[in-house]
């Protein structure tokens, strides 16, 4: 049986295979093909945000997964993700945002959502992705960006990805204090969702849904 493909737009190489992994497991009949591009990141950490030349080349990332017969295209990164509100009208498949089912759910489980993120680049989109859910959902939702200071001069003095996973849990218990419901802002965050199960808040991460809305357009 011929797989459908899915087309997954990456800035980060460390989360590839944890995607593929995750729809190995969702949807063992697809095909994912994958396009990393680093300096997506690094363009758009170096300008604040989006730029024309970004937009353009993730817009040729997303000609290219649709011309190679994906039936849809996942971004993968929220500090990008909104390139594909611009890009979307240039393509005649779903272009979608791995952080908007998350989104919809914080906005469904409380009004007051703390956007956890260790990137600064990625607090903007990232809040504002949840106010637009809200404005979607018709419901009052004050959004909150906690940047974790310190993790990557903690990973670098030796602590390597242990020292990121205690920084980043620390700061959701922290948020679970005043707040009714936490989004980790980055996909690579979601492996210290073990660690934070005691938060007494919900915690949300965009690996396992952003991927489970492929399933609508297979």
């Not at 593929?20 to 680093?38: C, L, M, T």
């Not at 908007?100 to 759910?105: I, K």
């Not at 409380?110 to 992705?129: E, N, Q, Y």
């Amino acid at each position: 049986m011929k797989k459908i493909r899915v087309g997954v737009v990456h800035t980060f190489y460390g989360i590839v295979e944890t995607v593929r992994a995750e729809f190995a497991r969702q949807f063992p009949q697809v095909e994912v093909v994958n396009i990393a591009d680093d300096s997506l990141l690094t363009e758009a950490l170096e300008h604040g945000g989006l730029t024309p030349g970004l937009l353009a080349r993730i817009c040729g990332y997303y000609r290219s997964l649709q011309e190679f017969g994906c039936a849809c295209v996942l971004n993968s990164c929220s500090t990008v993700g909104e390139a594909a509100r611009y890009c979307a009208p240039l393509v005649s498949v779903p272009v979608l945002r791995i952080d908007a089912p998350m989104a919809g759910q914080a906005v469904a489980l409380g009004s007051r959502v703390a956007v956890v993120a260790t990137a600064s680049s990625t607090i903007g989109p990232s809040c504002r992705l949840v106010e637009e859910a809200a404005q979607k959902a018709g419901k009052s939702v004050v959004v909150e960006p906690r940047l974790v200071e310190g993790v990557y001069e903690a990973m670098r003095a030796g602590g390597g990805q242990e020292a990121h996973d205690r920084l980043v849990a620390g700061a959701v218990r922290d948020a679970a204090r005043s707040h009714d419901v936490i989004v980790l802002a980055q996909g690579s965050m979601h492996r210290i969702l073990p660690l934070v199960r005691d938060a007494g808040r919900p915690v949300l991460a965009s690996l396992e849904s952003g991927i489970a809305q492929v399933g609508g357009y297979l």
